[in-house]
Structure formats: C-alpha cells, structure tokens
C-alpha cells in the first residue's frame, strides 16, 4: 500500500525559528499536499505541488513556504515560527487525475513557544 | 464558494443506531466528494466516495447520499459501532489553476458511538 512518512511525529520550536517538516510518499505520485489541522478549523491547505519544482498556494499560504526537488519528497518550511502556527500538519500525496484517491501521512504536531 | 460546510460538529449515537453527517456546498465546480476517516494519532484514510452523476453509494454499513440540485450529501453510518468513533471529514474535489485538482474539506465530526 502506498507510504507517507513524516520526519517527525512531535516537534517543540521557539518563536523566530525556521522549521522544516520534510514529508517522503513512495508511490510515484505527481501531486503532493501540506494541510494544517486545527479544531473546529478542519483541515486547511496550505500548499500543494503537481510536479517536481513547480507548487501552488493554497487556502492558507501568508508564513510558509515550500521546496520539491524530487518527486518523492515535499517540504514544508515555517521561514520564522510564531506561535499561531502551533498546530497539527498532514502531508498527502496522490496521483494527478480527478478521482484519484489521497493518501495522508500520520501528521507532525508542531508547538511553536 | 470554496467553503464546505459540514454538521453537526460532534455527534453521539447508541450502538446499533444510525449516524448521520452533512455536508453542503456551493461551488458547482466542485465534481468529486470523498469521506475521510480519522482516528486519534493517525492521519486521515479515504472511506468513501461518490461522483455527482450518481444519487447514492454503498459499501458495507456506510452510505453516501447526494443531491446535486440542492448542493448536499450526507454519510450515513448503518449499525454504527464503537469502532467507528472517530472524526470524519466529507471533502469536494476542485480544479486549480495548474490543471489538477485539490480537496476542499468540511471542518469535520467528532463521532462517538457508545457502548
């Protein structure tokens, strides 16, 4: 079945840090997602890649940014973590077609003090 | 218009009953809408989908109803079980600008199903 790995399951950073969460699919999949996870909030995109250097914003982009250099693996990078960007983030991965199904990562819970 | 809107925020219901969750929307460009399952600690997991050309879809005890004109659909969850509890998020597929597709997600239901 397909894999989504994420470097890290807990992350603790201090306000001002640049943070890097690195996310690994072993499918081949073309398209490739960052969402956060926040209650009541669901889950929010924040951005996305359709192929190896090429990204598009999502619903929530303003203090990320992201980097894909290959097709495998998608990073997404808090460029100075402030404490409102505490919270769970999920990578995805999934073939590039309509119905397609995604596959999500087991998530990375980041607190930002 | 690129909202999902999705009821009730948490929902509790008997063994044996039936759990019913919401989801409504406005964009008609929207042309896929999957569930997905959460259970604590792990990431979301595709359940179910359904495609606007159809009214309804089974699998097992889960359904999903549709209703293109009213902009609605609905899991339902036959015989629910304490196994089901879990957070649940019903999601559109939606065309971008670069010529593939994105989830639009509800903001999910936090499901109990007691003993």
């Known amino acids: 079945d397909v894999k989504v790995t994420q470097s890290s399951r807990y992350l603790v950073k201090r306000t001002g840090e640049k943070v890097f969460l690195e996310c690994v699919q072993d499918?081949?999949?073309?398209?490739m997602f960052w969402y956060r996870q926040d209650p009541g909030l669901g889950l929010r995109l924040i951005y996305f890649s359709y192929d190896v250097k090429m990204k598009e914003k999502g619903d929530i982009p303003e203090g990320y940014s992201v980097s894909r250099e290959k097709k495998e693996r998608f990073s997404l990078i808090l460029e100075s973590a402030s404490t409102n960007q505490t919270s769970m983030y999920l990578c995805?991965?999934?073939?590039?077609?309509?119905?397609?199904?995604?596959?999500f990562g087991p998530g990375t819970r980041l607190t930002v003090t | 218009q690129q909202q999902v809107k999705q009821s009730p925020q948490s929902l509790i219901v008997q063994k044996g009953g039936i759990s019913i969750i919401n989801c409504a929307y406005e964009?008609?460009?929207?042309?896929?809408f999957p569930w997905y399952q959460q259970f604590p600690g792990k990431g979301p997991a595709l359940l179910i989908a359904i495609r606007p050309d159809v009214s309804e879809k089974k699998e097992g005890r889960f359904t999903i109803s549709f209703n293109k004109s009213a902009k609605q659909f609905s899991l339902h969850i036959m015989d629910s079980q304490p196994g089901d509890s879990a957070t649940y998020f019903c999601a559109a597929s939606s065309p971008t600008t670069s010529g593939t597709y994105k989830y639009i997600f509800g903001t999910g239901t936090r499901l109990k199903v007691l003993a």
């Open positions: 964009n008609t460009a929207f042309d896929y």
């Open positions: 995805a991965s999934r073939v590039g077609t309509r119905l397609s199904k995604q596959y």
């Open positions: 499918m081949d999949h073309e398209n």
